[in-house]
């Protein structure tokens, strides 16, 4: 990985070495040390090009190694490797993703926070929902659901921001989690887990016949959503009480 800055390092090392060279031949003839500068010139430039190659370089290997690191899912090991890559280049955008993700892993969202925001800010899809989920890790339900809802607008088949907003309202308010989940699942009707959570809030609103509708069209979609079955159940019984 270091052969690039090497190699720049070295031509540049060569020129100047054969024009110091020429220069102290040329010194000898005219006894001035004003030949030495081009050579001078040419070494302190090429010196300059190596250096910033093998730094970038170097970035380059660290950011390797995080990513295997963080893949193996040693996310404590990972921290130390992206501190570095931030001291060097503190708007790395890649580098502030892994890091939140690494910090939520190990149950510190309220760092993570922070960095994802900025992120987040500009759009960024994966950005949106890392921080709506660090927001509802720290119980902030509210922000958390503003952040998945700007998910959802800027990334209207992201079904990521469908299903963590329909998580998070579920257990609020159901007039407004079906609300929410009429347009997600007008939106995307193929997904199981919009279809169940939907079922889920039409039962907690007490809309029995309706419930059982979208929780047998979320099981036709997914035979094994252990959720919806038990929500299925639970729907049936009640309708055998009423009647």
């Given at each position: 990985?270091?052969?690039?800055?090497?190699?720049?390092?070295?031509?540049?090392?060569?020129?100047?070495?054969?024009?110091?060279?020429?220069?102290?031949?040329?010194?000898?003839?005219?006894?001035?040390?004003?030949?030495?500068?081009?050579?001078?010139?040419?070494?302190?430039?090429?010196?300059?090009?190596a250096l910033k190659l093998i730094h970038d370089t170097t970035t380059t290997m660290t950011w390797t190694?995080?990513?295997?690191?963080?893949?193996?899912?040693?996310?404590?090991?990972?921290?130390?490797?992206?501190?570095?890559?931030?001291?060097?280049?503190?708007?790395?955008?890649?580098?502030?993703f892994s890091k939140a993700r690494g910090l939520m892993s190990l149950d510190r969202p309220d760092e993570a926070v922070?960095?994802?925001?900025?992120?987040?800010?500009?759009?960024?899809?994966?950005?949106?929902l890392a921080l709506g989920t660090a927001l509802r890790m720290l119980d902030?339900?509210?922000?958390?659901?503003?952040?998945?809802r700007a998910l959802i607008a800027v990334a209207p088949?992201?079904?990521?921001?469908?299903?963590?907003?329909?998580?998070?309202?579920?257990?609020?308010?159901?007039d407004v989690a079906v609300a929410a989940l009429e347009e997600s699942v007008a939106c995307l009707p193929a997904i199981a887990e919009l279809q169940a959570l939907l079922g889920q809030a039409l039962l907690r609103q007490g809309?029995?016949?309706?419930?059982?509708?979208?929780?047998?069209?979320?099981?036709?979609?997914?035979?094994?959503?252990a959720p919806a079955r038990g929500h299925l159940l639970r729907a049936c019984r009640e309708v055998a009480d009423w009647e």
């Open positions: 990985g270091l052969c690039p800055a090497i190699c720049v390092f070295e031509t540049g090392r060569n020129t100047a070495v054969k024009r110091s060279g020429k220069a102290k031949e040329k010194c000898e003839e005219t006894r001035t040390e004003q030949n030495l500068v081009p050579c001078l010139v040419v070494f302190h430039q090429a010196s300059t090009v190694t995080t990513l295997l690191v963080l893949r193996t899912g040693r996310a404590a090991d990972a921290l130390p490797h992206l501190d570095r890559i931030l001291a060097d280049h503190p708007g790395h955008p890649a580098a502030r922070p960095l994802l925001r900025p992120l987040a800010e500009g759009g960024d899809p994966e950005a949106l902030r339900v509210a922000e958390a659901a503003v952040a998945f088949g992201h079904v990521g921001g469908h299903v963590n907003l329909g998580l998070l309202l579920v257990g609020g308010d159901p809309r029995l016949d309706a419930a059982i509708g979208r929780l047998r069209r979320a099981l036709s979609l997914d035979p094994g959503l």
